[in-house]
């Protein structure tokens, strides 16, 4: 924990828990499967071709590939001493697992762009989360960027995409995103987990990575 983090725990405890909760619910490592899943409910019309069972494969398939096998990954980076702790309070320490996860997230997205029958909005978004770690782990060589708020990006991102490509109407769940990734980012300075610059550039590499996976 640095200090910044301590101070502002010891002042605000009750922003803290809360700033705590929501870092933990809106963790990098579930954004990916979530938002897979929020763009099924926004536009199942999508999805209309794929059977039911394949369906749940298709889901379970995000799940374990950015879900299960980064945690997994992580989980043992601990005891064979790669990362002090989970937090990985430095830039060096969180090193091998965005590799990790680059390769989970590079597995993942080019399965599924040569499925014919996923939509291309689910292979948009597998993209901009690929691009988006590659991002993330060249700007963690020069800063401590929020990973919290580069998933967020992504999630403001893709729903841009969907006002572009659907015809379903996103507006509300558009501006909802703008709101939780602002709660988002807002928790991350609270706990003072991440300069306000490195926040900002969190949410520039998400959203340029859906709308450029999209172009």
């Known amino acids: 924990m640095t200090k910044t983090e301590a101070s502002n725990e010891h002042s605000n405890p009750a922003v803290s828990a809360a700033a705590k909760i929501i870092s933990v619910l809106f963790h990098p490592v579930f954004m990916p499967l979530l938002m897979a899943l929020v763009v099924y409910a926004l536009i199942p019309a999508a999805f209309a071709g794929i059977k039911e069972k394949q369906l749940?494969?298709?889901?379970?398939?995000i799940g374990v590939s950015?879900?299960?096998?980064?945690?997994?990954?992580?989980?043992?980076?601990?005891p064979l001493g790669f990362i002090s702790s989970f937090r990985m309070p430095t830039n060096r320490e969180r090193t091998i697992p965005l590799i990790a996860v680059m390769i989970f997230y590079f597995w993942i997205s080019h399965v599924f762009n040569n499925l014919p029958a996923i939509p291309l909005a689910l292979k948009i978004l597998l993209l901009g989360n690929f691009w988006g770690?590659?991002?993330?782990?060249?700007?963690?060589?020069?800063?401590?960027?929020?990973?919290h708020t580069a998933a967020a990006g992504g999630m403001v991102g893709i729903l841009l995409v969907l006002l572009i490509i659907s015809p379903a109407n996103i507006v509300m769940p558009f501006f909802g995103a703008l709101i939780l990734a602002g709660i988002i980012g807002s928790a991350r300075l609270a706990l003072g987990a991440h300069q306000r610059g490195d926040v900002w550039l969190g949410y520039i590499i998400g959203i340029i990575c859906q709308v450029g996976a999209y172009i």
């Open 133 to 147: 770690i590659i991002l993330v782990f060249l700007a963690n060589i020069f800063t401590r960027i929020s990973m």
């Open 56 to 61: 749940v494969l298709l889901f379970v398939s």
């Open 66 to 78: 950015t879900l299960f096998f980064p945690l997994f990954t992580i989980g043992l980076m601990k």
